[in-house]
């Protein structure tokens, strides 16, 4: 990324408001070429996906791996579990780790203090932990809007609050909106229903209330959907009923005016329903690369010379055989997906697996079984399963499974792996600013993570295609390469919209235009 973008001081965009159609956008003030950063954000709210705590330790508040290399490099091999490693540079008594004692008092002074189940454990009946364990069954997303209110009602117990709009006024949605003071006076109304929930919310994210979760993710326009409402709004009212009893304990020592301002808040789970409804709509996925996914990498593309060799022989001399069975993983997925893949191309079903036979002498050589005690496509294609037994070894596997990107594309060394060696960070996040753009099947630009070192979370908005100062930046939220009527579908079902941008355009004119012929060809 070119490092001339970088400045946020620079506000090198605007948030304007740009039609009753399509709502806010972001709209380019200067010319981009591709690789030119935008903009970089740091999330409003993200949470890591619990199965990916697993094989990933990161701050939980910055989202900054932590750990050495080596109890990085046994966690994402499955050789320890995270109990298994030193504690974090600041931890709480819960589990949550930090990677500092000012994330860790910037967490428990925003959410977390109202949020932790140190004490909660001590019962089954307790309904924070009962929130948490509905939420990990369910749908994490209710974390994060639980997390809202923690932090709301955090704010009022320090007498950081303000009286909420009355019931049945209108406000205006733009006078909340601090990015720009472009849209203010193009903005329409919020309805009054709204106006609760985004009091709650920071000023950049007031005007992003779209409705109740269950509308959003099943829209009635499908008729198919009412199922899926009904399962949503039963998951929703047992999520509420714990959380509303977590946060409702009394306080005494709040004045009655703002012990009756929390009481109108966990009054309705509505407010919740919204909140919730926001996050479906506006969040991304988090795909942000190990450190030593970008190491091996870097030493691969190097290689034997790298000033990173011996940093490598170490963790391979010292975890040789937990390597040696990750490659072997490695390659079996990436063979699995091959197979997948040939088989969708030519639309036939794969053979079915050859069943070794028993007492067979394995070759070690000639390995064909992972040790994983599950069957994989991959055992019975007659391929040979890597094993490398040199670091060099390794490092060619490496080189080949992660070729070098092409040093003409600005963008290719952005790209994450499809299918790392490592397991990256994986989570969802609302980051304001770029929750405001819109989408384009033929998008300009797109969000990157960083990639290797030890930078906390961040989402960087990247040029994709030039850009001219005065164009509408757009991204896209789907994959673009599906044919028309796919794309329409998945941004009519999960973004409650029909696409309009030139290539859909574009596609659908020789459709229309065969219908016509044909439709004068064969008159009724």
């Known amino acids: 990324v070119r490092p001339a973008a970088c400045s946020p001081v620079l506000m090198e965009f605007e948030i304007s408001f740009m039609g009753p159609q399509k709502g806010f956008g972001m709209v380019a003030k200067k010319d981009f070429q591709p690789g030119d950063l935008i903009l970089e954000e740091a999330p409003a709210f993200f949470f890591q996906e619990l199965e990916n705590k697993g094989t990933t330790i990161t701050c939980c508040n910055c989202g900054k791996f932590m750990g050495s290399l080596d109890h990085q490099l046994l966690l994402a091999c499955g050789e320890i579990t995270r109990l298994d490693v030193p504690a974090a540079p600041s931890a709480c008594s819960c589990g949550e780790a930090y990677c500092c004692d000012e994330c860790r008092e910037h967490a428990r002074e925003s959410a977390h203090r109202l949020l932790c189940v140190a004490a909660a454990r001590a019962t089954e009946t307790d309904p924070l932990m009962l929130f948490k364990e509905h939420a990990i069954e369910n749908n994490e997303i209710f974390l994060l809007a639980g997390e809202v209110l923690s932090r709301f009602v955090g704010q009022v117990a320090r007498g950081e609050w303000a009286p909420l709009p009355p019931r049945g006024a209108s406000q205006p949605a733009a006078a909340a909106s601090s990015v720009t003071d472009t849209a203010a006076a193009a903005t329409p109304s919020s309805p009054s229903p709204r106006s609760e929930v985004e009091a709650l919310l920071p000023p ?118 937990a390597l040696q069975n990750l490659v072997r993983m490695h390659a079996i997925q990436e063979q699995e997906q091959e197979d997948a893949s040939d088989a969708d191309e030519d639309g036939e079903e794969e053979d079915e697996e050859d069943e070794e036979e028993e007492g067979e002498d394995e070759d070690e050589d000639d390995e064909e079984h992972c040790g994983c005690g599950h069957h994989h496509a991959g055992h019975a294609k007659g391929r040979k399963i890597p094993k490398p037994r040199t670091f060099a070894d390794f490092l060619g596997y490496v080189a080949h499974a992660f070729p070098s990107p092409a040093t003409s594309d600005p963008l290719a060394s952005l790209e994450p792996s499809q299918n790392p060696l490592f397991e990256p960070l994986r989570g969802r996040a609302l980051f304001p600013r770029i929750a405001r753009i819109n989408h384009s099947c033929v998008p300009n630009a797109a969000v990157f993570y960083p990639i290797g070192g030890d930078e906390p979370l961040r989402a960087r908005l990247v040029a994709v295609r030039p850009i001219v100062a005065g164009e509408e930046i757009c991204i896209s939220y789907i994959d673009e390469d599906l044919p028309r009527p796919k794309r329409q579908a998945a941004l009519r079902e999960g973004y409650r919209f029909v696409c309009v941008c030139p290539k859909c355009l574009a596609e659908a004119t020789p459709a229309r235009s065969e219908g016509a012929k044909k439709k004068k060809a064969h008159p009724k």
């Open 204 to 321: 950049d994210l007031r005007t992003m209330v779209r409705g109740e979760w269950p509308e959003v993710a099943a829209p009635s326009c499908n008729p198919r959907n009412g199922k899926v409402r009904a399962i949503l709004r039963e998951q929703l009212e047992e999520s509420w009923g714990y959380l509303r009893q977590a946060l409702g304990a009394p306080h005494p020592e709040l004045p009655p005016p703002a012990q009756e301002y929390l009481r109108r808040v966990l009054a309705e789970g509505a407010l919740y329903s919204e909140l919730i409804g926001l996050f479906e709509l506006n969040t991304i996925d988090i795909n942000m690369a190990s450190p030593l996914q970008a190491l091996l990498c870097r030493m691969a593309q190097q290689g034997p010379e790298s000033p990173l060799a011996p940093l490598g022989e170490r963790l391979f001399g010292e975890h040789r055989e």
